[in-house]
């Protein structure tokens, strides 16, 4: 048998070494396919999201009560413009909007005329389940009302003006127009999500007596939780003001599989100036 030369070895292994290195490329590249297919919901859920979600309430932090308050008269101004006329007294609020024909559903033409200009909606039939935020999302800030504090379970989101599910990606939003902070029945929708932590998941670890802080950057309303249950979405009636004067509603999905609802319900015992509540909940509201 013929002997090699030295340089014929050398170029049979730089060949087997070539080899061996595509073949270990090649099944890194299949293994890495599928682990970044499995790692990529968890990356949204406990880094990408939180991380959108924190960069919006920065940005709603820096928004002053001027804009706030320039805020509510464009949401005034346009909610009016929606509303039905000559409603009858005995018709809430909350029936009106559960009506097939209730001037806020988006099939009404000039509610989704105002939609598309305002961004402003409280149509809760065009609400979608959620799985991840669009990287994209941004705060839209001519709907901003101001924002929600429980300190005893980290959740610090803005509020903003209607359930769109662009508002539902980044905070909590109002459930009927016209809501004011202290007043009536203000009621909240947000996201329950895989992330304990992200938007209204911490409702979930809520216990009766803790404090809610709610504010519009001029006054702070303190709410304590007195009562927190799970029922069917159809019971709209919870958020209705016939419930009573001063009342805090909460609302989100009792699980992700969005069957039921959590209902958080707090009652006002104090509000004060933004300027004079104790310095860590300024802290959270404004820096």
């Known amino acids: ?19 061996r290195i595509s073949l270990i490329a090649i099944a890194f590249f299949l293994i890495s396919i599928p682990l970044m297919i499995i790692l990529y919901q968890p990356y949204l ?11 919006v309430l920065n940005e ?29 007294e005995a018709d809430s609020i909350e029936t009106v909007l559960l009506e097939e024909n209730n001037p ?22 065009q609400i979608e389940s959620i799985r991840s935020i669009p990287s994209d999302t941004i705060l839209n800030r001519n709907l901003l009302r101001g924002q929600i504090l429980i300190p005893e379970v980290e959740m610090n989101l803005p509020i903003v003006e209607g359930v769109s599910n662009e508002n539902l990606y980044i905070g909590t939003s109002t459930m009927k127009p016209n809501q004011k902070l202290g007043k ?24 009766r007596g803790m404090n809610v802080y709610v504010t519009d950057k001029d006054m702070v309303y303190t709410y304590q939780i007195s009562d927190i249950k799970e029922v ?56």
């Open 45 to 55: 859920y406990y880094i990408g999201n939180p991380n959108t979600i924190n960069n």
């Open 60 to 88: 709603a932090k820096d928004i002053q009560r001027p804009a706030i308050e320039s805020n509510e008269a464009f949401i005034g101004e346009y909610v009016d413009r929606i509303s039905k006329p000559k409603q009858a």
């Open 1 to 19: 048998m013929e002997q090699l030369s030295f340089k014929e070895k050398r170029r049979l292994l730089q060949q087997k070494k070539r080899k």
């Open 104 to 125: 806020y559903r988006l099939s009404n033409d000039k509610a989704k005329a105002i939609y598309d200009e305002t961004g402003i909606t409280y149509d809760f039939k």
């Open 184 to 207: 009536g029945n203000y009621a909240l929708a947000g996201h329950l999500t895989p992330d304990s932590d992200t938007l209204f998941s911490p409702l979930k670890a809520v216990n």
């Open 232 to 287: 069917r979405p159809s019971t709209i009636e919870l958020i209705s003001d016939e419930q009573g004067d001063g009342l805090l509603t909460l609302v989100t999905c009792s699980n992700d599989a969005g069957k039921n609802r959590l209902i958080v319900q707090a009652e006002l015992v104090n509000e004060q100036s933004i300027n004079r509540i104790e310095q860590d909940i300024y802290n959270q509201f404004m820096e």
